[in-house]
């Protein structure tokens, strides 16, 4: 049983934020939410821990169609971070604003940036491309990230300022535009960089919140010094480039990892 503890541990985390936002928002999807994400997170470790080779490409569609197609197309929810700020506007602490808070603004201080390997729908697509490790080096775009941010901020901004008339049907097509130019730019640039999470390291306006709370991040890629070899397989697997033989907090793009255990899989001393 031992060994399951991390999937239990999961479970009881997940099954505690839905049961408190259940109570206190006297709602119950948010039991039905948080639950149906913990179990299937809890089962993606379960299988990873059975040496499932595709457990984390369950948990990823599980969760992420989960979200695109129910929370986003048939709820009319906008998930993507118009959606955040919309209901940040709107002083509205619900829906997305929650999902922000729990997956991508104070959830990575526990799980680092597990949402990234295990529920974003943008990626869950971009797993399919050939190119899961890059076949080039890394470029230094990542200010567009900071753009897509400001720009994001500016829409719903001028939205409001504006006093637009069905601004919540605005964002329902907002949601559905933009994710189309998502998987459009993603899968472009996955193409033409030859790396799969190209619009992750480089465009993703969600990186802005994830990478700095992730750097404190609880649960982390550690290396056991005394049994590695040096042998570089881990680097070579990682599609996030990230140096996991350092232990620091300041490893080469530490803030990067998506906790995809790629390395800890293939590393030939079992050191991660
Ligand atoms: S960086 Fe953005 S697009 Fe990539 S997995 Fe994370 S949230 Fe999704
Ligand atoms: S794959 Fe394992 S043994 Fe090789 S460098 Fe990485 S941690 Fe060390
Ligand atoms: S291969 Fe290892 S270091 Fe790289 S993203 Fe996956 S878990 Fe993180």
């Known amino acids: 049983m031992k060994k399951y503890l991390l999937p239990i541990l999961m479970l009881l985390l997940f099954e505690a934020v839905a049961v408190v936002l259940w109570l206190t ?132 901004a001028a939205l409001f300022l504006a006093k637009a008339a069905n601004i919540e049907r605005i964002m329902f097509w907002a949601f ?26 480089y465009v993703c306006p969600i990186t802005v919140f994830l990478k700095p709370m992730s750097y404190f991040s609880l649960f982390r890629i550690r290396c056991d010094e005394s049994r590695c070899v040096s042998c570089g397989k881990c680097k070579l697997v990682c599609p996030m480039d990230v140096d996991v033989t350092d232990n620091s907090r300041k490893r080469k793009n530490g803030t990067e990892c998506i906790l995809c255990m790629e390395c800890v899989k293939n590393c030939p001393k079992k050191a991660l």
Request: aromatic share 20%.
């Open 25 to 156: 928002k006297d709602n119950l999807f948010y039991l039905f939410n948080f639950s149906y994400i913990g179990f299937s997170i809890a089962l993606g470790l379960f299988l990873f821990i059975r040496k499932y080779r595709h457990a984390r490409r369950v948990v990823q569609l599980l969760v992420g169609l989960y979200m695109l197609v129910y929370l986003g197309l048939i709820c009319g929810e906008n998930m993507q971070i118009e959606g955040f700020w919309y209901y940040l506007f709107t002083g509205v602490f619900e829906a997305a604003t929650i999902h922000y808070a729990v997956a991508k603004i104070f959830g990575p201080l526990i799980f680092g940036r597990g949402w990234c390997g295990y529920a974003c729908w943008t990626a869950m697509v971009l797993d399919f491309l050939p190119y899961k490790v890059p076949a080039e080096p890394r470029k230094k775009l990542s200010w567009i990230r900071y753009l897509t941010f400001g720009l994001s901020l500016v829409f719903v």
């Open 176 to 201: 559905i535009i933009g994710n189309i130019a998502y998987y459009a730019v993603g899968v472009a640039l996955a193409l033409l960089l030859r790396d799969n999470r190209a619009f992750c390291k």
